[in-house]
């Protein structure tokens, strides 16, 4: 692609924000000159002038409300002073009355239009207002009045080539041109237009002027070379490569674009070749050398070729190069790619990792693929050194606290995730921080820390209203302990509507439901639980049976306790509830 094609119509918006902040700033502090006190009188320009200079006074103390009200006092006595109307317009921006703000800036203009500083706020104003027309009136006469203004006549090019006038836009560039010289700035300007315009040979003529002016810099050569490459012109384009390579043999430009033109022509192999030659030149920037290596697998895989010649590459720059990680990354991206089997990906990433300790996406594939392996160990130990290269990272204290938690060290686990929260910011994913606080109060809660467990989950549901895992086991925790049992129900219910066949959402909604004495409905959505076949632990055919005994249903509820004993021997409450027949309170108050 031609190098540096300068999109004049996208500059236009950093114009525009130029502008606003522009037309915001503090207006010059003088005092207005003239006739004044002809059109005023003498007693009233003292008062003004008084005013006038305490307003500035207030402003520069930062006491901007008194500063406001001064300057209106300063429009009541004089309402034709432009210096007052531009001043208070800065502070109709900052109170965000753009409206208003404009219209005081064109007020300062209109009263004073030889004023070149209102001239150019108005301007600049009309160019926010996007009156393109009306400002580059302003501007022309501006730099009608002073040539050297090239900052004006850049802002004239932008307008004009909004405007969609190409002849004005090419007629300011000349100017600036002749103001300054020519560069390469505007040489791609002038040929962004000539190409909207379809001048191809103008816009030819201009980049060769540019490369005819600088002789020696072999960058515009190449440049028009891809100019040419561009605009089918390939045989023009390879003497101009070669040109430049007979004068720099090793002009990574030219060499890149030589790459372009033989894979354009078809000849994948000598394109190929190039490629490795540059792929293993040491001296070529890695980004470089990457980007080549991307492109060769690219081609590689529309020719559906053979990986190994690939992987053969990789590992020989691995082998000469080994603490350059850019090529083991690209390897296990390769390998990924090509679904090659996980533990020898998870080998080039430890390689990586071995090389750039701190390249966090490799230590999170890696810990990701371990953990489908439930290699815990090991995935504690890389967690671990990825709170240390990667502190605020908090993949790696979720996945420390889970591994803990997955070997029974609690403690570990808690302080993993306590580690993790440490590191929330304005700017920390809120599904990821409830996660955090839900795993945290789940882990409090079984070390009977109840207050801090229910603490946490208000935490959790504070960062993320709908997390439904969270609000289930808060809504069971609470009706196991017979409190707050109107929210718990809120709270359960939110969770089967959203997801209306999760089993362990429909039994704590039913267990709820018969804490709160509304026997009936909980045996509706109990049974609705063993109709999704949602049903079969301990807990929740112990459940049943509790429901269905409130019900009035003893055979069936001692039916299902006989389930529920099956499931867990060692309980003996339901043990004693069949024998009993009979439903025998458990929950904590």
Known sequence: MLDGKRNIAVAVAVVILMAMVAVS???????????IADRIGEDARKRFDMAY?????????????????????????????????????????EMGNNEKGMQYVGKAYTLNPQNEYYAERYARSMVVDKKFSEAAKIYEGLVEHDHS??????????????????EGALRTLDRMETAEGSSEEITMAKMFIYSKQGKKDMELAELRKLADKHPYDMKY???????????????????????????????????????????????????????RELIFDRKNDTETRVSLIRGLIANHEQQQRDSTEILKMLDTLMAGEPTVADFAIMKAAYM??????????????RQILAVSPDYSPARFRLVQAL??????????????????????????????GMAYSQKDDIDQSLDAFQR?????????????????YGMMGDLLHEKGEIEKAFAAYDSCLHWKDDNYYCMNNYAYFLALRGE?????????????????????????????????????EAKTYIDKMMEEGNGGSAVEYEHAGDIYYMCGLTDEAVEFWKKALEQNRDNAVVREKIRQRKYIETISK
């Not at 503090?26 to 003239?34: E, F, L, N």
């Not at 219910?493 to 039994?507: F, S």
């Open 53 to 93: 200079l305490e307003a500035i006074n207030q402003q520069e103390n930062d006491n901007y409300a008194a500063a406001f009200d001064l300057l209106n006092y300063c429009l009541s006595i004089d309402s034709l002073s432009p210096a007052v109307y531009d001043m208070l317009s800065a502070y109709y921006f």
């Open 484 to 520: 707050q049992l109107e929210r718990a129900e809120a709270m359960s219910y939110k969770t089967i509507q959203a997801e209306p066949k999760n089993g362990t959402y429909l039994d704590t909604y039913a267990w709820v439901l018969f804490v709160r004495g509304k026997y009936e």
């Open 371 to 400: 953990w489908n392996t439930e290699s815990y160990d090991e995935v504690i130990s890389l967690c671990k050194a990825g709170n240390e290269y990667n502190p605020d990272d908090m993949a790696f204290y979720y996945f420390l």
């Open 420 to 436: 993790g929260v440490s590191q929330i910011n304005s700017d920390s994913n809120a599904d990821i921080v409830s996660d955090f």
């Open 25 to 35: 700033c503090s207006a010059p502090k003088r005092v207005p000159s003239g006739s």
């Open 336 to 349: 990924s790619l090509k679904q090659m089997p996980q533990e020898s990906i998870n080998d080039v990433n």
């Open 149 to 166: 203004r090239t900052d004006i006549l850049d802002v004239l090019a932008q307008i004009y080539d909004v405007v969609g006038d190409n």
């Open 221 to 275: 050569r190449v440049m028009m070379g891809n100019w040419l490459m561009q605009n089918e012109r390939k045989g023009e384009a390879y003497d101009e490569y070669m040109k430049v390579l007979k004068k720099e043999p090793d002009n990574i430009a030219a060499r890149l674009s030589l790459i372009d033109y033989y894979q354009a022509e078809g000849n994948d192999s000598v394109a190929d070749d190039m490629a």
